[in-house]
């Protein structure tokens, strides 16, 4: 038994871990060398001294006192049972610190509880790498969250860039398809005026080979008479010359004159007042017509320095002349006025009737698209609304300031504000 003790003796003073043993009182009654270095005290202050007053002090892991009752021979000895990796901390004479980690089990005499058995660990390296380690974590956490963020504020704003594009992607092509109308009613409107230019020539031509041509020959016929007469009854022959004189001359003065007038008023060289008082006493008949003139338009379409240049003037003159035309074809109106003024630095043109308004149900033909044309044409505006009279205004602004207008001068500029066809001006 004596050879066993010595046995177990040897290999616990050679364990490299601390061993210390207490009696049932908690004093110790034995410790290894390990524990003598481990706690920095000779053997003999630690044998004999009870765990409530160590040579040592013990703290918890955040550096307060450790209370007694947290002590592992006080939770062994209430227990009966094991403890294992209890951790605090320990200050040794020297005020160094060590964490160790103690593993603790009863010592039993019968059934009587007799003391505990301990060993002591210093984990200071591993409770300073697993501080570095959660640090690190810690770190690594912070840096995951940062760039978790900053992905998340980059997606967003990749989906703000692409709704963004969607949506301007979206904006180009309802653009696109409002040009694409744009060009599509600027040809149609341009297909038209062709079409009524091309009518009027018909006219023109008509009017010329029907009615004039057949006055004509009736003249021609009538100079023949004059030849024969001369001979025979030179008074007779001056009598039909004088007729056919007087033929000629209405031939020259109406069917002429308005053959002239359609290609090209004339007037309009002189001014934009007297062009359109000339074409309301034409178109009159039937139709009251009143022409109310500015000041301003007067003085401004003064012959002597016509400020309004003279493709100005016969646009202007053209759209009331489309205007009136389709007023009569459509209206049933027995009154229009015709307003010229100035807007700002456009000219004003304004046609209004009493007529059946733009409800009518009529088919106003190319009246409206001849129009619009030849307000695109100069790059201005329109609009065509209803009065509370029940008939149709046309408001058309022309800018008075114009430098080398053509054909294709700002293609689209004059599309109508809320253009509107019906019974009234077409």
């Known amino acids: 038994m004596t050879a066993m003790s010595d046995l177990l003796a040897g290999i616990v003073e050679v364990m490299a871990g601390a061993l210390l043993v207490t009696d049932a009182e908690g004093r110790f009654v034995r410790a290894n060398a390990a524990a003598e270095q481990m706690l920095g005290i000779e053997r003999g202050r630690i044998v004999g001294a009870s765990y409530v007053s160590t040579p040592w002090r013990r703290l918890r892991l955040d550096g307060a006192p450790l209370p007694p009752d947290d002590h592992p021979f006080v939770t062994v000895r209430r227990t009966g049972r094991p403890v294992l990796d209890v951790q605090f901390q320990i200050e040794r004479d020297d005020g160094s610190r060590i964490t160790i980690s103690v593993n603790a089990a009863p010592l039993w005499e019968g059934a009587a509880f007799a003391g505990i058995v301990a060993i002591f660990t210093d984990v200071s390296e591993r409770r300073r790498t697993e501080e570095r380690l959660r640090a690190l974590t810690e770190e690594l956490e912070r840096e995951v969250q940062f760039r978790t963020a900053e992905l998340l504020a980059e997606n967003a704003e990749r989906r703000r860039v692409q709704e963004a594009q969607a949506a301007l992607l979206a904006e180009n092509r309802r ?28 006219d023109i031509a008509e009017r010329l080979h029907g009615a004039v041509q057949t006055r004509l020959l009736v003249a021609w016929h009538r100079l023949g008479q004059v030849r024969t007469l001369l001979g025979t009854d030179p008074e007779a022959a001056a009598g039909v010359l004088d007729t056919v004189r007087d033929e000629l001359d209405r031939i020259r003065e109406h069917d002429v004159r308005e053959a002239s007038h359609l290609l090209h008023p004339s007037i309009i060289r002189v001014g934009l007042v007297p062009a359109v008082r000339s074409l309301a006493a034409r178109l009159g008949g039937p139709l009251e017509l009143i022409v109310d003139v500015t000041e301003e338009i007067r003085r401004l ?58 409800d009518g ?5 190319v009246g409206l698209a001849s129009i619009a044309a030849r307000v695109d044409q100069f790059g201005g505006d329109w609009s065509l609304s209803g009065v509370p009279s029940g008939g149709v205004l046309l408001r058309v602004r022309l800018p008075l300031r114009q430098s080398g207008v053509d054909g294709d001068h700002r293609a689209g500029a004059g599309a109508a504000s809320g253009e509107q066809r019906g019974q009234g001006i077409g």
């Open 301 to 358: 379409d003064d012959p002597a320095g016509n400020a309004i240049a003279e493709p100005l003037r016969l646009a202007a003159y053209r759209i009331l002349e489309e205007a009136l035309s389709n007023i009569y074809r459509h209206a049933g109106a027995s009154c229009a006025t015709i307003r010229l003024a100035t807007e700002g630095a456009a000219l004003l043109v304004e046609v209004e009737d009493n007529g059946q308004g733009l």
């Open 361 to 365: 149900g009529g088919q106003p033909g």
């Open 175 to 202: 653009l696109v398809q409002a040009l694409e109308r744009q060009l599509e009613q600027v040809r149609r409107a341009r297909r038209l005026v062709v079409e009524a230019d091309e009518q009027l020539r018909k």
